[in-house]
Nanobody, 124 residues
Framework: QVQLVESGGGLVQPGGSLRLSCAAS????????MGWYRQAPGKQRELVAV???????NYADSVKGRFTIARDNAKNTWYLQMNTLNPEDTAVYYC??????????????????WGQGTQVTVSS
């Protein structure tokens, strides 16, 4: 099975920085898109950032210029560097990946997997 595990969440003051990490493990053949989503209380889950296998990056308008997504293919790991944080960034952050996985090449399938979420709280 495939598992995604986030880390790096916590409490930070407004204007501060935080870096989230997501590590994927299991019978992974390749990862196409790596992404980050977030969900604030009372709001729908929204896309924060995504990076494709070719390195193309896309961001939500609310985080452009402040957040940066990066990937390390050798480690099946990706990161979200968050700078100039404000209280509106408070949410549970989820990593996800579009990938091929399976025990054998003829049984591998493409699917989207999600991490369990990590809490980010921006408050003074």
């Amino acid at each position: 099975q495939v598992q995604l595990v986030e880390s790096g969440g916590g409490l930070v003051q407004p204007g501060g920085s935080l870096r989230l990490s997501c590590a994927a493990s299991g019978s992974i053949f390749s990862i196409n898109n790596m992404g980050w989503y977030r969900q604030a209380p009372g709001k729908q889950r929204e896309l924060v950032a995504v990076v494709t296998s070719g390195g193309e990056q896309n961001y939500a308008d609310s985080v452009k210029g402040r957040f940066t997504i990066a990937r390390d293919n050798a480690k099946n790991t990706w990161y979200l560097q968050m700078n100039t944080l404000n209280p509106e960034d408070t949410a549970v952050y989820y990593c996800n990946a579009d990938l091929f996985a399976g025990r054998t090449w003829w049984s591998k399938t493409r699917n989207v997997y999600w991490g369990q979420g990590t809490q980010v709280t921006v408050s003074s």
